[in-house]
């Protein structure tokens, strides 16, 4: 496959077996304009089509997987606004109406739905992470089979404790970390390592940076070594007890609940900003303090000091 993508890179490795997609924003740190995440469907869909292709691993280029969503860089503003640069999608699937419809049809098909396809993908997808993952970067990761994490990897989701919402879009916290913990980190924006992340099961294996990217091509060649109906139907069987479980019908419930509090924001501020600001309490995003771990014997890490 011709790699013309802008702002990710398509490669196959071990004899076509792998398919590795690496988010490369390194300078906005992988955040998620629009054009990434069309791009990054059209990998998925051309690694899907492929028969060679096993195994897909998900990487991010630079210090760190993902930054979460886009929320203003240049480049996301040219592709938001009227003009030649426009981003084409910004003027379907919802982008020609007006209010929560825009807003709930846009994200239902950019930010949801493409992400519940991707867990659905018909190959086994592997998230290669390294540095901190934020926010909306955590769907990116949830959507994958399985996670690899570098030995300084972190994840955390701030968008409570920065923009006065109720998770991401796609609302995997109680699956991946479990009811409490989901509560208390979402509540807190505190952090959590990736020897927690793997005790909780949602990462498989931890390698040492510098031989992250070596070490998951090793682990997603054995991987591709399964027969690939087995594999497939491996994958099925988990994913079809999880969606028994109740985990399709929560990820549509919370959804929705996502766009009620958008609509809630909108319609306190005249401008429609569907995001909480200082005046109610939530801090301005560049000034916010930093993200700290969490910890069982802390009550505030930040008025510890730590």
Same mark, same amino acid.
């Given at each position: 496959?011709?790699?013309?993508? &802008?702002?990710?890179?398509?490669?196959?490795?071990?004899? %076509?077996?792998? $398919?590795?997609?690496?988010?490369?924003?390194?300078?906005?740190?992988?955040?998620?304009?629009?054009? #990434?995440?069309?791009?990054?469907?059209?990998?998925?869909?051309?690694?899907?089509?492929?028969?060679?292709?096993? /195994?897909?691993?998900?990487?991010?280029?630079?210090?760190?997987?993902?930054? %979460? *969503?886009?929320? %203003?860089?240049?480049?996301?503003?040219?592709?938001?606004?009227?003009?030649?640069?426009?981003?084409?999608?910004?003027?379907?699937?919802?982008?020609?109406?007006?209010?929560?419809?825009?807003?709930?049809?846009?994200?239902?098909?950019?930010?949801?739905?493409?992400?519940?396809?991707?867990?659905?993908?018909? &190959?086994?997808?592997?998230?290669?992470?390294?540095?901190?993952?934020? !926010?909306?970067?955590?769907?990116?990761?949830?959507?994958?089979?399985?996670?690899?994490?570098?030995?300084?990897?972190?994840?955390?989701?701030?968008?409570?404790?920065?923009?006065?919402?109720?998770?991401?879009?796609?609302?995997?916290?109680?699956?991946?970390?479990?009811?409490?913990?989901?509560?208390?980190?979402?509540?807190?924006?505190?952090?959590?390592?990736?020897?927690?992340?793997?005790?909780?099961?949602?990462?498989?294996?931890?390698?040492?940076?510098?031989?992250? !990217? @070596?070490?998951?091509?090793?682990?997603? $060649?054995?991987? $591709?070594?399964?027969?690939?109906?087995?594999?497939?139907?491996?994958?099925?069987?988990?994913?079809?007890?999880? @969606?028994?479980?109740?985990?399709?019908?929560?990820?549509?419930?919370?959804?929705? #609940?996502?766009? #009620?509090?958008?609509?809630?924001? !909108?319609?306190?501020?005249?401008?429609?900003?569907?995001?909480?600001?200082?005046? *109610?309490? /939530?801090?301005?995003?560049?000034? !916010?303090?930093?993200?700290?771990?969490?910890?069982?014997?802390?009550?505030?890490?930040?008025?510890?000091?730590?």
């Amino acid at each position: 496959m011709t790699n013309d993508f &802008k702002f990710i890179t398509y490669e196959t490795l071990n004899s %076509g077996t792998l $398919a590795r997609i690496t988010l490369n924003r390194v300078r906005t740190r992988n955040a998620q304009n629009r054009g #990434l995440l069309v791009e990054l469907d059209e990998a998925f869909h051309a690694a899907e089509c492929d028969d060679q292709v096993r /195994v897909v691993i998900l990487a991010g280029a630079g210090p760190l997987f993902s930054s %979460g *969503h886009d929320l %203003g860089s240049a480049e996301d503003r040219v592709e938001r606004e009227p003009g030649p640069e426009q981003h084409p999608t910004w003027k379907i699937n919802g982008g020609t109406r007006v209010g929560a419809e825009r807003q709930t049809l846009q994200e239902w098909h950019y930010f949801f739905d493409n992400t519940r396809r991707w867990r659905n993908l018909r &190959k086994i997808t592997i998230a290669q992470v390294q540095g901190t993952t934020f !926010a909306a970067g955590l769907m990116l990761i949830w959507a994958c089979d399985l996670i690899v994490g570098s030995d300084d990897a972190v994840f955390a989701d701030v968008v409570g404790t920065r923009l006065g919402m109720c998770g991401v879009e796609y609302f995997g916290h109680p699956w991946e970390f479990g009811a409490r913990r989901a509560k208390d980190l979402l509540l807190t924006g505190d952090s959590i390592d990736v020897q927690e992340a793997y005790r909780l099961g949602m990462v498989s294996k931890i390698f040492p940076r510098a031989e992250l !990217a @070596d070490r998951t091509v090793e682990y997603a $060649a054995r991987i $591709a070594r399964i027969p690939t109906m087995s594999a497939l139907l491996i994958k099925e069987s988990v994913n079809q007890t999880l @969606d028994n479980m109740g985990m399709f019908n929560s990820l549509n419930a919370c959804f929705y #609940l996502h766009q #009620l509090n958008h609509s809630h924001w !909108a319609q306190i501020y005249e401008d429609k900003f569907p995001l909480g600001r200082p005046e *109610h309490g /939530v801090p301005d995003w560049s000034s !916010a303090p930093p993200v700290l771990p969490s910890r069982p014997d802390v009550a505030d890490p930040h008025a510890a000091g730590s």
